[in-house]
């Protein structure tokens, strides 16, 4: 019944037609059209895969501990299989809540709002980006460069990082598009179209992917992209900032050092050893040690 009601719909039967030609040629036009209808992430075609990227490509973070390589014992073995096993099925989602099924569901509304709003108001553009993993990224991205807005603000870039359970169309991107700033806002793995899961190997991979798509789709230079991000944003910030020194400035708001003392708090306290080595090894966020 429901596919017949959706055939018989002149409106679902124009956004199939629209959908149709856009996934066979994004050209201005079929974006334009597309635009105009809120549907599943996925279906919407992917406009810059970082595989064709001519950017300078950073180096990984150094894989969770140094030294962890060189114990190869019984007991380290099982408990790096503890580890990866608490971190990807319950650490992660307690540390960035936004990837559930639960948060996406209950925030969808309030993003689907806003992402009509700065469209109207700020002419805001959809992107789908696609990581070398294969990942795809949800994106929003408003031009300044053209409004002759706040002085010359709107040449330089602000791109945002959100925090755990934060999405970017109801985000901090509010504060530099209201100084005339051109934004991006971007999804975390798991949060709203996004794929994946926030790890600290793929969120590096989103932020990398996110600052080639600046510099070789929309013609941004790093020495004109600065990064605004607060909470566990700073974590990809500093990570931005300690691999791409070119950028023009980074600002962290209400982030932390490490997450380990933050996760052992939230922990009871007969699991704290547990919970460090499991930091330790599968979530170390460790702002402090990029940016030293």
């Known amino acids: ?95 960035y809540p936004g990837c559930t099924g639960l948060m996406n569901a209950v925030t969808r509304p309030f993003v689907q709002q806003a992402r009509a709003r700065l469209r109207s108001e700020h002419g805001a553009e959809r992107y789908k980006l696609r990581t070398d993993s294969g990942y795809e990224i949800e994106v929003f991205f408003v031009d300044k460069r053209r409004s002759g807005g706040s002085g010359d603000n709107g040449s330089t870039l ?66 004109d992209t600065t990064i605004l991000a607060w909470s566990i944003g700073g974590y990809t910030a500093s990570w931005a900032g300690a691999n791409y020194p070119e950028l023009k400035y980074i600002i962290l708001d209400a982030t932390f050092d490490n997450i380990e003392g933050l996760a052992v708090k939230a922990m009871p306290q007969f699991a704290s050893g547990l919970v460090r080595e499991s930091v330790r090894l599968e979530m170390n966020l460790n702002n402090a040690e990029l940016l030293c």
């Open 1 to 95: 019944m429901r596919g017949v009601g959706r055939v018989l719909n002149p409106t679902y039967s124009e956004f199939i037609a629209v959908l149709s030609r856009a996934q066979r040629s994004l050209s201005t036009e079929n974006k334009e059209a597309l635009s105009r209808f809120d549907f599943e992430f996925w279906a919407w075609p992917v406009e810059f895969d970082v595989a064709s990227s001519r950017l300078r490509r950073p180096r990984q973070r150094p894989d969770r501990d140094g030294d962890a390589g060189g114990r190869g014992g019984p007991s380290d073995w099982l408990m790096k299989l503890c580890a990866a096993g608490l971190v990807r099925t319950v650490g992660v989602r307690l540390t």
């Open 158 to 223: 602000v791109v945002c990082c959100e925090g755990n359970a934060a999405y970017p169309e109801i985000g901090a991107t509010g504060v530099p598009l209201d100084a005339g700033y051109s934004v991006i806002g971007w999804h975390h793995p798991g949060f709203g179209g996004s794929t994946g899961l926030p790890l600290p190997e793929t969120e590096q991979e989103f932020m990398s992917t996110v600052l080639q798509f600046a510099s070789e789709k929309l013609s941004f230079q790093l020495r």
